[in-house]
């Protein structure tokens, strides 16, 4: 186990949303079900935690470039993407904020105009798609809005009564994305699979595409049994509470969660620190350099006792292997990108 490499592949922005949902997730099982009975605005906490976040980190990266006149001469795709993922996100937080006043009785809006900042964002995330395209860079975020357009409209009609269907028929746009999903899925199973019969690839490449894959079961199949437990929920043809219809989400946000440890990259203009977030951590607690540079071996045999019958006298005695104990062997330095 390498710990420094685990250092390099976090993706603190990830794992922050990821979390942060997650978090969401259960207050909000709990609230439905009438376990507690705290004000919206407290169930919607974690979230409130991730957007203070993101414009807090976009506003000192916006300050710190403004303050640093030589960094104008670098190429600053970097920080376009984190201006672009600050406004997506003023957009949901401006839903954010009209859903719990809504909510809460502070103001009576129809959920077409509260759905309207997601809309704005879902047409305007395509543009945002192609842009990543173009910079090689990866906007998962928009990615799933832009893909859920239609969906989204189909929630927000059904929530002010304009259509009179059935929960089941309302998600057919989500059924679509989960099938083709489900299927990408089961080509990546089939494809570990044929990686782990395969003599031309290292035990290091079968490993990660088995892990892969592993991950992508617990996170697509999850989903789909969400969405069929939910719309049985909504439709009242089914007895299950809240928090039983929400356990495979939360199953596959730990899925998420997890993968955020191995998915290299994140933002490095993200409250101006220019590098990597692990390398940053480990600049100010330098403790933790000590446990980052440290790579753990174990022996596939520790013990060895080689088992004899009774001794009879004057045979001689049993031997007994030395024992190998578990090896900790420090690098020189923890690699990190510069």
Known sequence: MNLGGLFQEFNPSKFLIYTSLFAFSILL???????????????????????????????TGVLVWIRHPEYRREENSDLHAMIICAFFHSLIFIFELLLCLTISGLAILPYRVIFSPIFCMSALSIAGCIWGFRHDRSLELETFFSVNILQLICIAIKLDNVIHWRWVVVFVPTWIVITLLCVVVMYYVIWAFLFLRSTDVTQRQRRGHVIYATLSCFMIFPLLSLIISLSRKLDHTSDDSFSATFVPLQISLASLIITSFYQKGGNHWWFGIRKDFCECLLELCPCLREYGNVSYKFK???????????????DKKRTVTNEQPAVASPDCYLEVPD
């Open 300 to 314: 596939d045999t520790i013990v060895r006792l080689r088992h004899d019958s009774e001794p009879e006298i004057g």
């Open 29 to 59: 099982e709990l609230r439905l079900d009438h376990i507690i009975e705290w004000n919206i605005w407290i169930i919607f906490i974690p979230i409130w935690i991730w957007k203070c976040t993101v414009f807090s980190g976009c506003i």
